[in-house]
């Protein structure tokens, strides 16, 4: 059974850093695409960042130069690395990752940005 776990959301003014991470079980971790996506209040779930299983890495234009998405195989689990966070970055950060057709979500992390 896939099960994919989030940590690390709060809240922090603007400018500030935040590391989420999402710990993977009950999949081939080192094989597939690990990605992170936010959903803020009446809006709907956006795509933010993508790491493959060779570490090629993609990010949706609002956080590029901002969010960091990292790796560890050992330990199954994906980063990111946010910093100079704005109010506009407030949102449940959710994992993902796709079997197939299958989209499977963790249970999301809040993340409040204040100005």
């Known amino acids: 059974q896939v099960q994919l776990v989030e940590s690390g959301g709060g809240r922090v003014q603007a400018g500030g850093s935040l590391r989420l991470s999402c710990a993977a079980s009950g999949i081939a971790f080192s094989r597939v695409t690990m990605a992170w996506y936010r959903q803020a209040p009446g809006k709907q779930r956006e795509f933010v960042a993508a790491i493959t299983s060779s570490g090629t890495t993609s990010y949706s234009d609002p956080v590029k130069g901002r969010f960091a998405i990292s790796r560890d195989n050992a330990k199954k689990t994906v980063y990111l690395q946010m910093t100079s966070l704005k109010p506009e970055d407030t949102a449940v950060y959710y994992c993902?990752?796709?079997?197939?057709?299958?989209?499977?979500w963790g249970q999301g992390t809040q993340v409040t940005v204040s100005s």
């Open positions: 993902n990752t796709r079997q197939i057709t299958v989209d499977y």
